[in-house]
């Protein structure tokens, strides 16, 4: 068989799957909207069916949720800075993504969620917005998609690229699917070498992978959240304080008992906490209670008094600022296979980083981390506790590794400029 004949046949068979599982995703939007009602809302965007009339010419960024975006932000707000003339879309997959985006650019940008990966949907919201360029970040390889672009005459770049070996095993099944669909883009812009090799093992052109750098290392520090940091620790000067930072259900207990062990020592430690999903925000503030603690959220007090053992940071896109109110940061998503978070974000702010030993989809940054001092990766979940106790115990420590994350983070910043220069030259040319 030729090329275009094993392609043809590998793209009937999986849209053909998909569309025996469309059933699925209506139970899964379902499921989901019982944990987090907004998944109840906007159906008809998921399925790319649209009351108002196609679009002129936009340029597309794709960015899946929170982490995306804040990611895409530098290369969002530079667009919009060079090119105020153009019509930017930003489309997201959660609830939680697509709240971001409106934080972050209200009406400046358009926003929908991006369909399934149906052939037909796929195609009309193609038809629906016309892009001129489609930027799409990070680790999103949906098939139809990056064939219809091609299809459809649009150039697509992977940027701020980052596979993990467990992402690149699990694509072993799809991948004489996926080899093809990576093969449809501009580029790939990988965020380390690593990565860049794993895209090439996973069939991308090796001519069209570029190691340009992280985005997340161009993410401004907000003059206004260092001066929200300072005033916080105004409030209570001499009263210590850590973070438990994108945790999960699985993950709870632990920092709860985390939390316990450490009042031992200091009776007067604060807890900020924010969950990295919403649907857990009541559930680790009735937790907090439970064990015994004087409880505040920040929706409820917007700040804790000297009595509140456990602030839950129950609101979305401020979890940057309230790094900086930390001593310690423990970054979750860790202490479970969930792969980590985002790690830059508090060196950025100047927090002490601690994790557990699951960061697979951010080895990259954990290895410049750790090199440079600024992370303590921990075996489990008691080692994470002596971690945060001995830094807690130690100023001069935690100043060391605050210097030298914040130095990391000086150092890494570059990969906007190299990915701007990259794509410039697809944007449509001034009217």
Not at 43 to 57: G, L, T
Not at 199 to 206: A, D, Y
Not at 215 to 238: C, E, I, N
Request: glycine letters at 6%; charged letters at 25%.
């Amino acid at each position: 068989m030729t090329a275009d004949t094993i392609e043809r046949l590998l793209r009937g068979l999986y849209s053909a799957v998909l569309y025996v599982l469309v059933p699925v995703t209506v139970y899964h939007l379902i499921w989901r909207g019982f944990r987090q009602g907004e998944y109840f809302e906007r159906w008809s965007e998921r399925y790319a069916s649209y009351r108002d009339a196609p679009k002129a010419a936009t340029i597309w960024v794709h960015a899946v949720s929170v982490g995306e975006v804040n990611a895409a932000a530098p290369l969002v707000n530079a667009l919009l800075a060079m090119r105020p003339d153009l019509r930017l879309l930003v489309t997201t997959i959660t609830p939680t993504g697509s709240a971001r985006v409106r934080a972050l650019w209200k009406d400046r940008v358009e926003h929908v969620y991006l369909p399934y990966d149906l052939s037909g949907a796929v195609k009309r919201f193609l038809h629906h917005f016309q892009p001129r360029l489609a930027l799409i970040l990070e680790t999103e390889l949906w098939p139809n998609l990056l064939f219809c672009c091609r299809d459809r005459g649009v150039p697509a770049y992977l940027v701020n690229a980052r596979l993990s070996e467990r992402s690149l095993h699990g694509y072993r099944v799809l991948r004489p699917l996926i080899g093809r669909a990576l093969r449809t883009l501009r580029k790939v812009a990988a965020q380390s070498p690593a990565d860049a090799d794993r895209f090439r093992r996973l069939g991308g052109q090796p001519d069209r992978i570029e190691v340009l750098g992280n985005l997340k290392f161009d993410t401004p520090v907000d003059a206004s959240a260092r001066a929200f940091a300072a005033a916080f620790r105004d409030r209570a000067p001499r009263r210590p304080a850590w973070i438990a930072a994108s945790t999960h259900e699985d993950e709870e207990a632990a920092v709860l008992a985390l939390h316990a062990r450490l009042r031992r020592r200091w009776p007067d430690l604060l807890l900020l906490w924010a969950p990295r999903h919403p649907e857990r925000f009541r559930a680790v503030a009735q937790q907090a209670v439970q064990a015994g603690w004087r409880v505040a959220t920040r929706r409820l007090t917007q700040a804790p008094d000297e009595d509140d053992a456990v602030f839950v940071i129950d609101t979305l896109g401020e979890l940057m600022q309230f790094y900086g109110c930390a001593d310690v940061a423990f970054v979750g998503g860790s202490l479970q296979p969930v792969g980590g978070h985002n790690l830059l974000e508090p060196a950025a702010m100047g927090t002490a980083i601690v994790t557990g030993p699951h960061l697979h989809n951010f080895s990259d940054i954990a290895g410049k981390l750790v090199a440079a001092g600024a992370l303590r990766v921990c075996s489990d979940a008691d080692a994470v506790g002596d971690a945060l106790e001995a830094l807690l115990g130690d100023a001069d420590e935690r100043a060391s590794m605050v210097a030298s994350g914040m130095e990391l983070v000086r150092q890494g910043r570059g990969a906007l400029a190299r990915t701007l220069a990259m794509v410039s030259a697809e944007l449509p040319a001034r009217a």
